[in-house]
């Protein structure tokens, strides 16, 4: 089981840069693969970045690719999502997930879920 606490989220202009982390309780999150969702005022949760549970494995949702990066360090249990280059269309709040198995794009495979954390990008 894992608990998970987003943090790092804030109000930026575009083209700025923001790093959001997500603490993990429990003792086998390097068993998980972890990614981040976000969810847009009147929007559905998309899929933005997984990473698989070693590290070595990254995948991108187009809109981001190239702009965002996920890492994670499992002896500090904590996911990051680095974001630059950010546009008004990156506000939203952003989730991070977690699943014991491997990477999925869609929200339902996802077991484990933090409360989100706020992105506002300003123009």
């Known amino acids: 089981q894992l608990q998970l606490v987003e943090s790092g989220g804030g109000l930026v202009q575009a083209g700025d840069s923001l790093r959001l982390s997500c603490a993990a309780s429990?003792?086998?999150?390097?068993?998980?693969?972890m990614c981040w969702f976000r969810q847009a005022p009147g929007k559905e949760r998309e899929f933005v970045t997984a990473?698989?549970?070693?590290?070595?494995?990254?995948y991108y949702a187009g809109s981001v690719k190239g702009r965002f990066t996920i890492s994670r360090d499992n002896a500090k249990n904590t996911v990051y999502l680095q974001m630059n280059s950010l546009k008004p269309e990156d506000t939203a709040v952003y989730y991070c997930?977690?699943?014991?198995?491997?990477?999925?794009?869609?929200?339902?495979?996802?077991?484990?879920w933090g409360q989100g954390t706020q992105v506002t990008v300003s123009s």
């Open positions: 429990g003792r086998t999150f390097s068993s998980y693969a």
């Open positions: 997930a977690g699943r014991y198995g491997g990477y999925r794009d869609y929200e339902r495979a996802w077991t484990w």
């Open positions: 990473i698989d549970w070693s590290g070595g494995d990254t």
